[in-house]
């Protein structure tokens, strides 16, 4: 039994190394998933994008994301090539004039492959891939390959893993044209004779799927163990890092709360949560979390996936969302974080805009005009800790809404009350009210949720507001 999984895994681990453009060494068995660094080759590759009209993009920025992205993941970029239509063409999401320049420039390029800035249906990228005779990748696939070669901790290999996988199923066949060209590596293209036949796929359909079955259930394990202990937390005030990638938001964690986290100009540096304290000045001390930021277009499939690493910022009490002020495309950015809050649950109703990079911002007006636009915001620079002061300020007033102020009269050995105020309350100050210093008198801020766990025995308490 053991000696035919492992059979059936080679074929599995062939299956995904045709498909991979840029993940070939990923190999996995069926214990922890483990990512051998990958190898991303530098290819050369050709960008296209059909983009609608009204998107409000031209044809010299519009696939500047798309370079970001390949650019982190290694690419190297020979040609690019732009469409502006209402809709994608159903067959092969370009037309047909513009497939026939791309052909051409494929050739004059000598590129290796085509990536798409679309996410492209598998009958779409089939039909691309026989008329270009070339490995076609779409936004998906890039971004997919970028997470798993950022992911680092078990749950997020789980999680990338498992998208991919989601991604791949409906695309086997256009994977072995991969395989026929790796093993081949001739020019035939498709109906050369040697596709594998359907049982083939029958075959690698089921593998797929009963790892998907696996990793479904191994997540569920971890993110179990993450919502017991989210949950934990959640008398103490909590605030979430929020906003597009690379946006600033792991470098403001670093300024906030001093903690040790990757910050890298690249798209996708951070994919787990990390939670630290932070002491927010004239309020006390909160937990602050930074995570995997968003990006247009996101894979559905990995939204889905990464839902419960989102977990903290389901349950914050406020969401610091962090915009890169100095982009030209920060109003856009805006918009997708909010439909991908949206889209993962999340109300965004108690959201702070943080306009980030203010020491970059070239035309001060642009931030006045996303001032007007968002109203209340706080315009920092993490990077020179400028602007930090007022955010204490600003999340300080946010977070006292769901807080009250207390005054409460204890004796001094009252141990399980102290226990208590360590874990929830923000002193302020502590006064002995007796000669022998047997009784206390403590102002302190609590969260107002907190309030009907206090220990009662020998407590007088007062909330002033
Ligand atoms: N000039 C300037 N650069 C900044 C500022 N804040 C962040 N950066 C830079 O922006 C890049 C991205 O910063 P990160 O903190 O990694 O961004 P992030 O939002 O955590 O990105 P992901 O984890 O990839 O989603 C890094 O090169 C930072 O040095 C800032 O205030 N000013
Ligand atoms: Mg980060």
Known sequence: MAAELCLEIVVFVAVLRGGGIFSGEGSRDLGDPKRESLKVSSQRAVLAGVFHPDDGFDRTNALDELKGLVHTAGVEVVGELVQFRETPTPSTCIGSGKLEELKQMILATEAQMVIFDNNLSPSQGRALEQALEKPIVDRSEVILDIFATHARTTEAMLQVELAQLMYYRTRLKRMWTHLERVGGGGTGGLGAGRGPGEKQLE????????????????????????????????E????????????????????????????EDKLFATLDTRTRRWHVAAFGDVLLSDTVGFVRNL????????????????HADLLLHVVDASSPEAERQIRTVYEVL?????????????????????????????????????????????????LHEVVGLRLSGGFVEAEIETGVGNGRLFAWLTQHAAEHSRTYIDDAASRVKIACRLPKQAVGSMPQEDAVVRLTS
């Not at 938001?249 to 903690?259: E, I």
């Not at 894979?299 to 389901?314: D, G, I, K, M, N």
């Not at 889209?343 to 911002?361: H, P, Q, S, Y």
Request: no cysteine; net charge positive.
């Open 203 to 234: 075959t690698d359909r089921r593998l797929i799927d009963r790892r998907i079955a696996e990793l479904k259930s191994r997540l569920h394990d971890v993110e179990e163990r993450r919502s017991r202990t989210v949950s934990l937390r959640r």
């Open 236 to 263: 103490q005030p909590t605030v979430s890092l929020v906003g597009y990638t690379n946006a600033g938001k792991s470098t403001l964690m670093r300024a906030l709360t001093g903690a040790d986290v990757l910050v």
């Open 299 to 314: 894979p559905h499939h990995l939204v889905a996936s990464f839902r419960s690493t989102l977990e903290e910022a389901q």
């Open 342 to 390: 949206q889209e993962i649950g999340i109300e965004a109703t108690n959201v702070l805009l943080v306009l980030n990079k203010v020491d970059r911002v070239q035309d001060q007006s642009f931030v006045d005009v996303l001032r007007r636009r968002y109203g209340d915001t706080v315009t920092i620079s993490a990077a020179q800790g400028l602007g930090l002061d007022r």
